[in-house]
């Protein structure tokens, strides 16, 4: 899924949310949500997938250790 893809998504279900409707139709797939929890969930996890998507190649953590041989 491209950025944009997701973009749209993540517009269409924050405007149902705004809205007060747990039911949004997406590339002509109709989705209900059970719970608001649920709906901020696919948000939330669609906002961090473009965040990682934006962010071009994944970041490497290098951690290092050391001891006196004590």
């Not at 039911?23 to 939330?44: H, L, Q």
């Amino acid at each position: 899924m491209t950025i944009e893809q997701m973009t749209a998504r993540r517009d269409a279900l924050l405007e149902a949310r705004w809205r007060g409707v747990r039911t949004v139709d997406i590339d002509g797939r109709r989705i209900t949500y059970a719970t608001d929890t649920e709906m901020a969930a696919a948000i939330a996890d669609l906002e961090r997938r473009i965040a990682d998507a934006s962010a071009g190649a994944r970041r490497r953590i290098v951690r290092t250790a050391a001891s006196k041989g004590l």
